[in-house]
């Protein structure tokens, strides 16, 4: 059941497309990316990006991390998100 409810939760994560092009950016980009860029190609306030990428980090696609002052995001397993993508 526990993968089910991992499934459904990833899903769910990759369900808006404000959340799909953060993955395709990051994806093109292949290293890990500070929200503030994100916030400036995405045309979003710091908040709702945010708000994006922790759900898709509970949902296990990203993981993030301080670099000083700074909040970088980073795609956890590329192989499998491209996966998924192309399907």
């Known amino acids: 059941m526990k993968n089910l409810e991992e499934k459904s939760r990833l899903y769910k994560a990759l369900g808006e497309p404000i959340r799909l092009k953060i993955i395709e950016y990051l994806m093109k980009k292949g290293e890990c990316t500070c929200i503030c860029e994100l916030t400036k190609l995405l045309k979003r306030d710091q908040s709702v990006i945010f708000r994006h990428i922790q759900l898709l980090e509970q949902a296990g696609v990203l ?17 499998k998100i491209k996966r998924i993508l192309e399907d």
């Open 63 to 79: 993981n993030t991390n301080k670099k000083a002052k700074y909040l970088m995001c980073c795609i956890n397993d590329k192989e």
